[in-house]
């Protein structure tokens, strides 16, 4: 741009009147005026950035803005909010004028005041010399006086008063009422004197005032004093009124610039409230900018109507892969995967009125689940809707992953208890409208317990993964097989009649007969069923009681069965359940306790005593349960190592109480081979010895062999641990099984005890023989022999003449309860030696 020829403006700024050059920062048509000289001056034009470096991300920053003007300085914005400089002028122009006006106006009326009141002091002074004129009046009506001299004093009085009448009237040119009257009576009266100064001129010397004369100027005067009083009246009157006035002014002044400063104080506080909304608005607005910018959940800003993003996040452009020019170019429907909210349209496909869940895509093609809120923003630029999204596809699938767990069984994959429940439900439901059968089949495997004990859980893992395989297909797609318990399962058999469900129970038992393949070679798995018709309308747990009964019914037939339910079985199976569940409560209610049997020995000088403690139930409304009925029935349930450790620690804690008062015996404890199996076993026995504060020698542990022999390592290592801590084993039942004669050298047991079998044969040679056998073998590997169930003298004699040891039976006394067991060893032993004696003296 070129120079200005004109006078120089002295402020800093490019004015169009200095004569100065622009430096191309200039742009003349656009111009404002200068607050110091009042040119028009011409505003700076800078340079904003590209709208697409700042697209997207809003107001462009101040450094953006310098940058691209060259480091050109802007300056910044006041920290301090003031009042533009006209609206102070405009504020103060009344505060000027109003006091000047009030002012003046005071000061007239205090000059009309101080008028008035030389008025008075012009009246008074009329007055007084009105009444010096009427007494020299009055002095020549009674004194005679030279002409001269009368005239002189009459001539005198008289310029006095028309000298009077010219001040009054220089005083007030438009005089009141009142007081032109008494200009015009002091008239009057100065020419009524003056006719009188005329008749001196005719009357003989010397002069005397002629009453008449005198006459006329009294009643001239009397007007004149009466008007005067008048015009003193008015003028006392004018002067309170000024006074009222001058009052009025300045309570006017009073209100009005109270009044004015009232307005401009509302004015300045509206201001005030008027820039702190701006600020706050702006300050608003960066904090919003910096909450959008800088969230980490996705945003987006978009077109309420079309849906097309107007800006983007960081968020959104890291977690989607878009840049920020493909946002722009795109709308939300555009990420949204093809199973996604794609029918919704507006602001609801954007969450808005409430989460909404969609699917979308992501630049690399993948996609995500995500929770859309938005909500509208009223902008400078109009309406936007404001979109935040929340990744919840890891929620989801845990979701998944939890609904997964809630209803399938972990290690099967297959339905569990409450999908199975759920499931009854829904086809009890549907058999309203259909005519067709319902069926329920419990299954419970045979013997797992006995795999998982002795190859181990993962084996037993293995093999249950396998056989839900092969239950899956064996039924229809549309039945229902679920894992209920460890090794128990139920399946839902829908739209099918009672031969057609015992047909399938057949084909089941069948496929589960099949040798499973796991990782320690092929395993015979077998299983019973229970199968029960479902009748309409009957609950769950009805149909389910059902068919365990079933399955019970068939475990008591022998196994690898199933068995259909039907009323007549239901009074059997129930016994033996409510026998379970009161078995499972019998030691809480101490229903249990311990009987002890004496042993007796041969061995002379042995004072050692002996018992065998045996467990016994008193059931409150069955009475005594024999062990035969109830064992069974432990196992069944798993109560066996429970009950066995009850057991265990009571008889340590009897023999302790025993040894307290001075009686040394001995006490025999059967174990279950299911308790031998536990890992913990070793540690049990011991810290049942120790608790009780007995010795270890104290404790004799009753097995069977076939308990040893169903893990024959397992056992030899446990029973070896104990031995060497001082607990004795004996191996009970010897007998029952044949086999156990090729491990008797490799068994660590302290006593065999001869099964009852063999006593109760003795009268049989063949019987005698093997008995004689055993013995032989037992003392040839240094053994303890043991008789159970000696209930006869000739079968004492027999035993004793084959040379055993000890003796147990009904011959010397019965099972006892703890507290009569003194007074039983007492009278067994005095019976073991009548009848020893007795046998020796008949042989």
């Known amino acids: 741009m070129g120079g200005h020829d004109q006078r120089p403006c002295h402020q800093r700024h490019a004015c169009v009147a200095t004569s100065s050059r622009c430096d191309g920062l200039i742009e003349p048509s656009v111009t404002e005026s200068c607050s110091a000289c009042h040119h028009p001056r011409a505003r700076p034009r800078f340079d904003l950035p590209d709208a697409r470096e700042v697209r997207g991300g809003g107001t462009p920053s101040v450094e953006a803005v310098t940058a691209a003007n060259g480091e050109q300085g802007l300056p910044r914005p006041p920290s301090r909010v003031r009042l533009p400089r ?12 109003v006091p000047l006006a009030a002012g003046g106006a005071l000061t007239g009326i205090n000059n009309y005041v101080e008028a008035k009141r030389s008025q008075a002091i012009h009246l008074e002074t009329l007055g007084n010399h009105v009444n010096n004129a009427a007494a020299d009046t009055g002095w020549l009506l009674v004194e005679e006086a030279p002409h001269q001299t009368a005239a002189l004093t009459l001539s005198e009085d008289i310029y006095t008063v028309y000298a009077d009448l010219a001040v009054l009237h220089a005083d007030d040119p438009y005089p009141s009422p009142a007081i032109a009257q008494m200009e015009r009576a002091s008239a009057a009266y100065a020419n009524t004197m003056s006719q009188t100064i005329r008749t001196t001129d005719t009357t003989p010397t010397p002069y005397r005032l002629d ?37 009025a002014v300045l309570w006017a002044v009073v209100v009005g610039m109270t009044a004015l400063l009232a307005v401009l104080l509302r004015h300045r506080r509206r201001t005030e409230i008027s820039h702190a909304r701006e600020r706050a608005q702006k300050e608003s607005e960066h904090h919003f900018r910096l909450i959008y910018e800088q969230n980490p959940l996705p945003m987006w800003s978009v077109d309420p109507t079309t849906l097309r993003f107007r800006s983007a996040n960081q968020a959104a452009i890291a977690t989607y892969g878009y840049s920020n020019e493909e946002f722009l170019a795109m709308n939300l429907h555009d990420i949204q995967a093809l199973d996604g ?185 077998s299983a019973s069923l229970g199968v029960a018709m479902v009748p309409r309308g009957a609950p769950w747990e009805t149909a389910m009681r059902n068919a365990d009964m079933a399955m019970y019914v068939a475990k008591n037939s022998g196994k690898s069965c199933y068995r259909v339910y039907k009323p007549g079985i239901h009074s059997g199976v129930a016994k033996r359940l409510a026998l379970r569940n009161d078995l499972q409560r019998a030691v809480a209610r101490e229903e249990l306790s311990l009987h002890y049997q004496p042993i007796l020995t041969t061995k002379i000088d042995d004072r050692e005593r002996k018992v065998e403690a045996l467990l016994r139930w008193s059931h409150p409304t069955l009475g005594s349960i024999p062990p035969g009925d109830f064992i069974p029935i432990a196992e069944e349930a798993g109560l066996i190592v429970p009950l066995g450790g009850w057991v265990l620690n009571t008889a340590c804690q009897q023999v302790a109480s025993w040894r307290s008062k001075g009686r040394p015996i001995t006490v025999s404890v059967n174990v279950s081979g299911r308790q031998l199996q536990e890992p913990d076993f070793t540690d049990t026995v011991l810290s049942a010895v120790r608790d009780a504060g007995i010795d270890e020698r104290n404790l004799i542990l009753e097995l069977t062999e076939t308990a040893i022999l169903k893990d024959l390592s397992g056992a030899q290592s446990k029973l070896a641990e104990l031995r060497a801590q001082g607990v004795r084993v004996a191996l009970d039942d010897f007998g029952a099984g044949y086999s156990s004669l090729a491990y008797l050298s490799e068994l660590p047991v302290d006593e065999v005890k001869i099964d009852r079998m063999f006593v109760v044969g003795l009268d049989d040679p063949q019987r005698r023989s093997t008995v004689v056998t055993i013995v032989r073998l037992l003392d040839a590997l240094g053994v303890h022999t043991v008789a159970e169930g000696v209930e006869t003298e000739e079968q004492l004699a027999y035993l004793l003449g084959m040379g055993i040891q000890a003796y147990q039976g009904f011959l010397f006394s019965h099972p006892v309860k703890a507290i009569d067991v003194a007074r039983a060893l007492e009278g067994s032993a005095d019976a073991f030696a009548r009848l020893r004696d007795s046998a020796a003296s008949a042989a």
């Open 86 to 97: 006209l609206h102070i002028a405009l504020g103060l122009v009344p505060l000027v004028l």
């Open 341 to 525: 909210n794609a029918s919704q349209d507006g602001p609801a496909a954007a969450g808005h009125g409430g989460p909404t869940l969609a699917k979308h895509r992501l630049r690399d093609g993948s996609s995500i689940e995500v929770e859309l809120m938005s909500d509208e923003v009223q902008t400078a630029s109009g309406l936007i809707l404001l979109i935040a999204a929340r990744d919840v596809s890891h929620q989801r699938r845990l979701e998944a992953e939890l609904h997964e767990r809630a209803f399938h069984d972990a290690l099967t994959g297959l339905a569990n208890r409450a999908l199975l429940e759920d499931r009854f439900g829904h086809a009890q439901a549907t058999r309203v409208r259909e005519d067709s059968g319902l069926a329920l089949i419990a299954l419970d495997l045979d013997g797992f317990k006995v795999i998982n004990d002795t190859s181990g859980h993962a084996v037993g893992d293995e093999v249950l993964v396998a056989l839900s395989g092969r239950l899956s297909q064996t039924v229809r797609p549309y039945d229902t097989v679920a894992r209920v318990g460890g090794d128990e399962f139920a399946l839902l058999i829908e739209r099918v009649d009672e031969p057609t469900a015992v047909e399938m129970a057949d084909r089941l038992v069948k496929a589960l007969n099949e040798s499973v393949d796991v990782s320690v070679g092929g395993l015979v798995v």
């Open 211 to 247: 009453p008449r004369w005198f006459a006329a100027t009294q009643t001239q005067r009397n007007i004149l004093s009466s008007v005067t009083d008048n015009a003193m009246a008015s003028i006392a009157t004018d002067v309170a009124a000024a006074k009222r006035a001058q009052l």
